[in-house]
């Protein structure tokens, strides 16, 4: 920053003085980042976090970076959906770009229904809209759901924005709305819908895309990038819905078939808790990559808490013997006190035809209280016709988070929902 000429490499010229520009924000913490230098030691607050971490972006230093990091993400799984809004105006402010992924796939992803209807939707930048709308973690009912939360925000926009700025909004986050994901009477009300009549050139491209996605996709592999990929929709298409009783269902639920009967669910009592297997029972003519959430329900209705995997792979299996390997892992996000968790862990054993591997990991930032290790015997399935293997993958919720789902559970049992959603292995 002080170098005025580098022409000579070995002596550049340098200016005697600099004058810095930051934020107020940055400036009421500058004298805790300085301190930070021959101290090696700094306090954080709510207030003072996130300033400390864009001086330590922009001056490059690192220890601090790190320290800043770990604070804010401690917060933001112990915070609520208000806080998670608050942090990704900043982060979106100053391009801080694996907060902002922490920000939504935390508490907004599991609360964006919440947040769209709440007056903060429409005050944010468009920077914070297509952060999440560009998220695959988010829970809504359907596509068409988005759709219309990003309808309402552009609607906003027009009564303060000019025209041409709010075209240049709806392209920055129109194309992160997955039509693709939408049904025929869906994309008929896009069509129809106030931005389909007003933009209709701009959605036009995108609904063109969606028609010849449904049409294609059963039969051409092109459809390869993340538009094309479903997010956790809890529409009844999208998530089967079981219901468990301990007093009824001693040994176990009967099976759900998922999937065209492609899938097989089978909750489980195990010990004091609950495994959820689910059973490929259809050969894969690809190697995939399979998300999983399962998401638990309270008494009225409401969801009290999504369980999610990590992406875990599966191989296609060939009629000719050969290994097969499955890999997979856990992500896990919590709730406030305050508010419902309604992101917690799943500890999970993976059964695969062939070799199998589990995932023993669950230290880091993302796991906030103790969970049992992963266990459960790891399966090997046989079907009927000559003896062919099939995938199991275990979802065992951990103790505490089933005595939690048990004590919201009424009269008919604790509601469960499960939704799986798979796409090819080579895919980022």
């Known amino acids: 920053m002080l170098i005025t000429s580098d022409r000579c490499t070995s002596?550049?010229?340098?200016?005697?003085?600099?004058?810095?520009?930051?934020?107020?924000?940055?400036q009421n913490v500058f004298a805790d980042f300085l301190r930070f230098f021959y101290c090696g030691k700094i306090t954080f607050t709510s207030e003072t976090a996130l300033p400390l971490l864009v001086l330590s972006a922009k001056y490059r230093v690192e220890a601090l970076r790190v320290a800043?990091?770990?604070?804010?993400?401690?917060?933001?799984?112990?915070?609520?959906?208000?806080?998670?809004?608050k942090w990704l105006r900043y982060a979106a402010k100053y391009q801080l770009h694996d907060l902002t992924a922490k920000c939504v796939d935390g508490a907004i992803s599991d609360n964006i229904e919440e947040l769209v209807e709440a007056p903060d939707w429409l005050s944010l930048s468009v920077?914070?809209?297509?952060?999440?709308?560009?998220?695959?973690?988010?829970?809504?009912?359907?596509?068409?759901?988005?759709?219309?939360?990003?309808?309402?925000?552009?609607?906003?926009?027009?009564?303060?924005?000019?025209?041409?700025?709010?075209?240049?909004?709806?392209?920055?986050?129109?194309?992160?709305?997955?039509?693709?994901?939408?049904?025929g009477t869906q994309l008929l009300a896009v069509e129809e819908s106030p931005i389909g009549l007003h933009y209709r050139s701009i959605v036009r491209i995108y609904l063109g895309d969606a028609y010849r996605y449904q049409i294609l996709a059963k039969e051409s592999s092109e459809f390869q990038e993340p538009q094309y990929l479903p997010r956790d929709y809890t529409d009844k298409e999208w998530c089967v819905h079981l219901y468990y009783h301990p007093n009824r269902n001693k040994r176990g639920l009967?099976?759900?078939?998922?999937?065209?009967?492609?899938?097989?669910?089978q909750?489980?009592?195990?010990?004091?808790?609950?495994?959820?297997?689910?059973?490929?029972?259809?050969?894969?003519?690809i190697d995939v990559k399979v998300y999983i959430s399962i998401l638990i329900y309270k008494r009225n209705g409401s969801i009290l808490m999504r369980l999610r995997r990590k992406a875990c792979v599966l191989r296609a299996i060939d009629t000719s013997p050969r290994s097969s390997t499955l890999g997979g892992g856990l992500?896990?996000?919590?709730?406030?006190?305050?508010?419902?968790?309604?992101?917690?862990?799943?500890?999970?054993n993976i059964a695969a035809a062939g070799n199998t591997t589990k995932d023993n990991n669950h230290s880091g930032p993302n796991h906030l209280?103790?969970?049992?290790?992963?266990h459960g015997q790891a399966n090997k399935l046989h079907g009927p016709q000559n003896g062919q293997e099939y995938y199991a993958i275990d979802n065992i919720?951990?103790?505490?988070?089933?005595?939690?789902?048990?004590?919201?559970?009424?009269?008919?049992?604790?509601?469960?929902?499960?939704?799986?959603?798979?796409?090819?292995?080579?895919?980022?």
């Open 369 to 374: 209280h103790p969970h049992r290790a992963p």
């Open 68 to 85: 800043c990091d770990a604070f804010i993400t401690g917060m933001i799984e112990d915070g609520d959906l208000k806080s998670a809004v």
């Open 11 to 26: 002596c550049p010229d340098f200016q005697k003085e600099l004058e810095l520009e930051e934020s107020k924000e940055c």
């Open 331 to 348: 992500v896990t996000n919590a709730g406030s006190n305050n508010t419902s968790p309604r992101s917690a862990s799943v500890s999970s």
């Open 127 to 183: 920077s914070c809209v297509e952060a999440i709308l560009r998220s695959s973690s988010l829970l809504v009912p359907n596509e068409f759901f988005l759709f219309e939360s990003l309808q309402r925000w552009l609607m906003a926009q027009r009564k303060v924005k000019e025209t041409d700025e709010i075209t240049e909004y709806l392209r920055k986050t129109l194309q992160h709305i997955r039509f693709s994901q939408m049904h």
């Open 397 to 428: 919720i951990s103790d505490a988070d089933f005595q939690v789902a048990m004590s919201q559970s009424g009269p008919t049992g604790l509601k469960i929902g499960v939704i799986i959603r798979t796409w090819g292995a080579n895919i980022v």
């Open 267 to 285: 909750p489980k009592r195990y010990y004091d808790t609950l495994n959820v297997v689910i059973i490929l029972k259809k050969p894969l003519e």
């Open 254 to 265: 009967g099976s759900t078939s998922y999937g065209n009967g492609r899938w097989e669910i």
